[in-house]
């Protein structure tokens, strides 16, 4: 097998598979390989689905493979660049909302016919609605594609990379960089691969690896924030309002106590709750299909709270990651589960309270208590949030409204890198490894603004 390329992207998610597909078609004659440490799509199978606990596969299906931490997700493109990252900041609005448009194209190019993609737009009243509540709803156009669209429209674009001569490599983790002359050496479990340039497109998943790159190379990184909260379900029947209007409901909350920043987002509608596993790490999700016969009654969102270190202390993912260990310790290796009435009265939930609930719920997760695993102020955040958002939404601070945790969202490194996204000579970094976004159309667009910069100069 060929082990030379003039670019190889690092990671098959939406970023990397952005990028394949702009240097392929801008530049046939490129050649171009994608190093990733998970499966191809149709082999990513997560043991654990249906119900049953995580089984620790050393590469997750569910966040690691072709297509990405996304190949399950419900599928929501942001167009706008109001939330899901600062591509806005870093290319200024209306370079950013190009490439979004751009990412939006792709994913029309790849539909299959007579699959209705429903786009969603903003909403005025609700919006007031929030505002008269000490709320802020973040609006924006969003492009629901649903959990099964979303895997058959990346299958197709895969399906395009390959046939046209894009490399495929699944099973391919990328152990390290090394400088050799004219470019450089990926160390693999098998030969090393080569390539004059990289793009490094890793995710979340690949924070460690991220890190070591710029050890070695000597690029300054910065510490971001991180969130860390619960998934909370509950009857979809309570944010019917919001969901039959916009698809995402995102609403930011300033806490009453702390005056700390809360968001609630990753909205799903008739959606599941489902545990992924970072890096050993089981933590809490969710997502929808948009195939109404996979609709449940209940619907699902996170809450987070926001925490911004400063100095010394420069490991937020570590902190975070510390309080989801916890969670799992106390939840013999799985995420817990709490009615917010059993947390707001001090007790644990158990198997009893929970077989009684009137929310059923959508993952198997251990019964417990999840003021053992939170801080005192990121509880306190999430339980003013909850009755903060009862206000627009009555029945939301209901006792069986059920609380998941962990869920955090860890984006802490942030390499410095110019315009280009480039963090050293010939090695770009994009998507949400970068720090820069957490979300797919700003890493779709990234993909496709560095694939410029390499085929257009
Ligand atoms: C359950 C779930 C639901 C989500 N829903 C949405 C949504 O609806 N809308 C939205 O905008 N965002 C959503 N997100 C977030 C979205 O999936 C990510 O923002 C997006 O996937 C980031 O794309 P990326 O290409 O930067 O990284 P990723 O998609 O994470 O892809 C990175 C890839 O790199 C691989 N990799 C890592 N390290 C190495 C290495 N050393 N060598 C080789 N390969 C490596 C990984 O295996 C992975 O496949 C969701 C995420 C999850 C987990």
């Given at each position: ?280 790490v ?38 975070a990651k510390s309080f989801s260990k916890m969670a799992n310790l106390i939840g013999?290796?799985?995420?817990l ?31 417990g208590?999840l003021?053992l695993a939170l801080p ?29 945790g962990l ?51």
């Amino acid at each position: 097998m060929e082990r030379n390329y003039d670019v190889i992207i690092i990671g098959g998610g939406i970023g990397g598979l952005m990028a394949a597909y702009a240097l392929r078609s801008q530049s046939p004659a490129l050649r171009v390989a994608i190093a990733e440490k998970g499966r191809m799509v149709e082999q990513r199978k997560c043991p654990a689905a249906g119900g049953r606990s995580c089984v620790y596969c050393p590469v997750c299906s569910i966040t690691s493979g072709f297509a990405g931490a996304g190949a399950f997700s419900d599928g929501k493109f942001n167009l706008g660049t109001a939330y899901g990252g600062t591509l806005g900041e870093e290319l200024g609005e209306r370079l950013a909302m190009e490439y979004i448009d751009r990412v939006s194209q792709v994913l029309d190019r790849f539909t299959p016919e007579g699959i209705r993609i429903r786009e969603y737009g903003s909403n005025e009243a609700l919006k007031l609605k929030c505002l008269q509540n000490n709320l802020r709803l973040l609006d924006m156009n969003v492009k629901h594609l649903g959990t099964d669209n979303n895997l058959l429209i990346m299958q197709n674009l895969i399906r395009w990379l390959l046939e046209n001569g894009v490399v495929l490599l699944p099973n391919t983790e990328v152990r390290s960089v090394d400088a050799i002359s004219g470019g450089y050496r990926l160390q693999t479990a098998e030969e090393p691969l080569e390539a004059r340039q990289i793009i490094v497109a890793t995710g979340r998943n690949g924070a460690e690896f991220v890190g070591e790159l710029c050890r070695k190379f000597g690029i300054a990184v910065r510490s971001n924030a991180v969130d860390i909260g619960v998934r909370v379900e509950m009857k979809d029947a309570i944010w019917r309002e919001f969901s039959s209007q916009i698809y995402e409901p995102k609403i930011l909350c300033r806490t009453r106590t702390f005056e700390d920043r809360t968001r609630m987002f990753c909205f799903n509608q008739g959606g599941i709750v489902s545990a992924e596993n970072n890096d050993g790490v089981i933590t809490a999700n969710g997502h929808s299909f948009a195939d109404p016969a996979k609709k449940t009654e209940n619907c699902n969102f996170a809450i987070l709270s926001s925490i911004h270190f400063t100095e010394p202390f420069n490991n937020p993912t570590e902190y975070a990651k510390s309080f989801s260990k916890m969670a799992n310790l106390i939840g013999s290796g799985n995420v817990l589960v709490q009615r917010f009435g059993d947390l707001i009265r001090g007790r644990r939930t158990n198997d009893h309270r929970l077989g009684q609930n009137t929310v059923i719920p959508t993952l198997k997760a251990t019964a417990g208590d999840l003021s053992l695993a939170l801080p005192h102020r990121i509880l306190t955040n999430i339980i003013e949030t909850i009755y903060a958002l009862d206000k627009v939404a009555p029945g939301t601070a209901n006792d069986d409204t059920l609380l998941y945790g962990l869920e955090s969202k860890y984006y802490s490194l942030k390499p410095e890198h110019d315009k280009d996204f480039r963090v050293y000579d010939g090695i770009y970094l994009i998507g949400d490894g970068s720090g820069i976004c957490r979300g797919l159309s700003q890493s779709g667009a990234m993909g496709l603004y560095v694939a410029d910069k390499i085929t257009r100069p």
